[in-house]
């Protein structure tokens, strides 16, 4: 399977503890992206990495969220001190450089984070 | 702040009809996007629309991008249960935005009924 892969795919935590999630984004592709989807929403956008760097980061991501994407392959979220309100499907999506406008996204299957 | 509307927020229908749904902004976007999304996945790539006024046809599904580029359509003819699902459209390179994110709307959960 050549697709974009997340793990874990469930984790239930109680409030205050740390989780991370990890992304391995399809191979060739250098835009790695996370967005946030919760309820009866669309995904909302998160952060943006190319390659390496780390180009984007929305309002929607506290102190508490931090995003790496160390070498430009794979990339891991990590959410500190985790509140009730971080419960929600965490999206990686990636997709080749085609210039300077957003190209199509290949999603991964969602990591689902509750949290007690 | 750039917000995309989708209607109906819910739509349930019996095999064999047809239906469209909408997705309507302020915004003048540069491309807009159709995703399908299934209970617990991801969202999965239907088509892309870039030219205003384009029109594109996947199978029964045809997506239609507005003159101005801030509204799209999707029509599906004769429905089929395996078109149930949420479809989500998503902007890119809106007015004022960054390039290179997608603003997405709510979704049209759809349901289609054997």
């Known amino acids: 399977d050549t697709g974009v892969s997340q793990n874990p795919r469930h984790k239930i935590t109680k409030r205050g503890q740390n989780v991370t999630f990890r992304c391995d984004p399809i191979?060739?592709?250098?835009?790695l992206y996370w967005y946030r989807q919760t309820l009866g929403q669309g995904p909302e956008f998160l952060t943006y990495?190319?390659?390496?760097?780390?180009?984007?980061k929305s309002r929607l991501l506290s102190d508490r969220f931090s995003a790496e994407r160390p070498k430009g392959s794979f990339s891991t979220l990590e959410i500190q001190r985790t509140e009730q309100g971080d419960s929600a499907m965490y999206l990686c999506?990636?997709?080749?450089?085609?210039?300077?406008?957003?190209?199509?996204?290949?999603f991964g299957e969602g990591s689902r984070l509750t949290v007690l | 702040t750039q917000l995309l509307e989708q209607s109906p927020q819910f739509l349930s229908i019996q095999e064999g009809e047809n239906l469209t749904v909408y997705c309507n902004s302020s915004?003048?976007?540069?491309?807009l996007q159709w995703y399908r999304q299934e209970p617990g996945e991801g969202p999965v790539l239907l088509v892309t629309?870039?030219?205003?006024?384009e029109v594109k046809k996947l199978k029964r599904l045809t997506f239609q991008f507005g003159d101005a580029r801030k509204d799209s359509s999707l029509h599906i003819t004769a429905a089929q249960p395996g078109d149930t699902g949420l479809y989500l459209c998503?902007?890119?390179?809106?007015?004022?935005?960054?390039?290179?994110?997608?603003?997405f709307g709510k979704g049209t959960l759809l349901t289609v009924n054997p």
């Open positions: 999506a990636s997709s080749p450089f085609t210039g300077p406008n957003t190209g199509e996204l290949f």
């Open positions: 191979s060739e592709h250098n835009r």
């Open positions: 990495f190319q390659n390496e760097a780390q180009l984007e």
């Open positions: 915004s003048v976007f540069s491309s």
């Open positions: 629309v870039v030219t205003g006024g």
């Open positions: 998503a902007g890119g390179g809106g007015s004022g935005g960054s390039n290179y994110k997608l603003t």
